[in-house]
């Protein structure tokens, strides 16, 4: 009787320290806060934004955000963001200053050298379009190749400014840091348009159908990407975490992903 006694309490005691110890558990993630409309940073808390841990007063917000917050609530943990430079996010990781990244990353064969990447969480495979001024005289193009010459902007440091060249003769207008300035640039009509991620066009079209016009390539016509699409990254020896977030990721719905992100981009053109 006391050893059944004994076993029953060593048996609460674990499943107590199980769930307080699964409670206690904060997953901690990487943005860099500089990438409209995945993720931005703001100065008044709002019920959508979250508080950047390691900046007083600021908040961060877009569909990075919105999919990271989903991810911990389905893995039943707290989520804390923490703003770092694109270009210090992994060193951040590896340090363990934080956990994973959310911070609209490519699982591209030189990145998967510094982190171990989940399955894509955008809306859907990842495809890129060109987002165009209605009035430009390349609204028509059915591929990359009838935007030879075309006036093209993309963002600093993406993958974006990469790809541009597959354009022939392509007019390659100096990069911005803010997807929320480049398509100002292209209702302004000061450029021909811009390479963004279809999904994301497409709720820009959506919200100015008069002035602005996504192309969408057939299989063939297009940009030639070398990813599958945009994911977490974590340590590469993290095994367990990677696994709980891509069963967290596997669980949203497309539904789900496009609402979410067309609640970000309807935020971002509030804001324009």
């Not at 409670?23 to 703001?42: S, T």
């Not at 079209?205 to 299989?219: C, D, T």
Request: aromatic share 10%; proline share 2%; charged share 30%.
């Amino acid at each position: 009787m006391k050893k059944y006694v004994l076993l029953v309490g060593v048996v609460v005691v674990a499943v107590v320290y199980y769930y307080l110890t699964k409670e206690a558990r904060v997953l901690r993630i990487g943005v860099d806060c500089n990438n409209v409309p995945y993720n931005w940073e703001e100065k008044i808390q709002t019920d959508t934004n979250s508080p950047i841990a390691n900046k007083q007063g600021s908040f961060v917000e877009g569909y990075n955000v919105q999919i990271a917050k989903l991810v911990a609530k389905r893995m039943g943990v707290e989520v804390e963001f923490k703003k770092v430079t694109w270009d210090n996010l992994f060193n951040a990781l590896n340090r363990r200053e934080v956990d994973a990244i959310f911070s609209g990353m490519f699982d591209t064969d030189e990145l998967k050298k510094n982190a171990a990447f989940s399955i894509p969480y955008e809306v859907r495979k990842t495809e890129y379009a060109v987002l165009l001024n209605r009035r430009s005289k390349y609204s028509g193009a059915e591929s990359i190749d009838d935007l030879k010459g075309s006036r093209i902007i993309t963002q600093k440091e993406s993958k974006f400014d990469e790809v541009i060249n597959q354009i022939p003769n392509v007019i390659h207008i100096s990069a911005i840091e803010s997807q929320e300035d480049i398509v100002d640039e292209v209702l302004k009509f000061n450029v021909d348009g811009t390479i963004i991620n279809y999904d994301t066009g497409r709720s820009y079209e959506k919200i100015n159908p008069r002035r602005l016009k996504l192309i969408r390539f057939s299989k063939g016509n297009g940009f030639e990407l070398g990813f599958t699409g945009l994911c977490a990254g974590v340590r590469h020896h993290d095994i367990e975490l990677l696994k709980e977030i891509n069963s967290a990721i596997d669980n949203i719905t497309h539904r789900e992903r496009q609402k979410i992100m067309d609640k970000t981009i309807s935020k971002v053109w509030q804001n324009l």
